[in-house]
């Protein structure tokens, strides 16, 4: 099966920083990638899908990249909404896999 | 409006069964996968297995095979999933989620129900 991995697990940044999220593919899952937001006490909330497509009101300045076995989630300027834990998830040949998280943290 | 609504929260004793729902309303329940995901306290999430309402195909992760069942209703719009012999280590909150006009990303998330397996 399919591993994921995640870097860092915790990230200590300021309002208005830029946020770079990793997350490494075990094999190559072309683009079936995904990313959450997950806030304490809720479900999670799905950001961005397909390695790059933002999902339907989802603010702009969350971004994926990548393909493959290397992908990248951005926040281009972190909001005091933003401060959640992040997971990315693979969604290859009817398998999921999530990586282990990243928590965003108020610096 | 779109909605997955699961059974409520659900304290057991180790060796008890137990089945949980998750009722899908507002779309066409059996054309899109559902999926569950288990999330201990304090940990990340883990992915369980998907169904595929309409046929009742069914993938597990191999972590999960043998430990839990899933299945759905499609005449009720419900899937669930369901433990025959609960341990200590079951303990954690359970969401069902949909992979809704996608391919199988989960877009819609129940709200999750909360297990507490205890002596």
């Known amino acids: 099966d399919i591993q994921m991995t995640q870097s860092p697990s915790t990230l200590s940044a300021s309002v208005g920083d830029r946020v770079t999220i990793t997350c490494r593919a075990s094999?190559?899952?072309?683009?079936?990638l995904a990313w959450y937001q997950q806030k304490p006490g809720k479900a999670p909330k799905l950001l961005i899908y397909?390695?790059?497509s933002l999902e339907s009101g989802v603010p702009s300045r969350f971004s994926g990249s990548g393909s493959g076995t290397e992908f990248t989630l951005t926040i281009s300027s972190l909001q005091p909404d933003d401060f959640a834990t992040y997971y990315c998830q693979q969604y290859n040949s009817y398998q999921w896999t999530f990586g282990q998280g990243t928590k965003v943290e108020i610096k | 409006e779109v909605q997955l609504v699961q059974s409520g929260a659900e304290v057991k004793k180790p060796g008890e069964s137990l089945k949980i729902s998750c009722k899908g309303s507002g779309y066409s329940f059996t054309s899109y996968w559902i999926g569950w995901v288990r999330q201990m306290p304090g940990k990340g999430l883990e992915w369980m297995g998907i169904i595929y309402p309409g046929d009742s195909d069914t993938r597990y992760s191999p972590s999960f095979q043998g430990q839990v069942t899933i299945s759905a209703d499609k005449s009720i719009s419900t899937a669930y999933l369901q433990w025959s012999s609960l341990k200590a280590s079951d303990t954690a909150m359970y969401y069902c989620?949909?992979?809704?006009?996608?391919?199988?990303?989960?877009?819609?998330w129940g709200q999750g129900t909360l297990v507490t397996v205890s002596s």
């Open positions: 397909k390695a790059s």
């Open positions: 989620a949909s992979a809704l006009y996608g391919d199988l990303e989960a877009r819609y």
């Open positions: 094999q190559s899952i072309s683009s079936w």
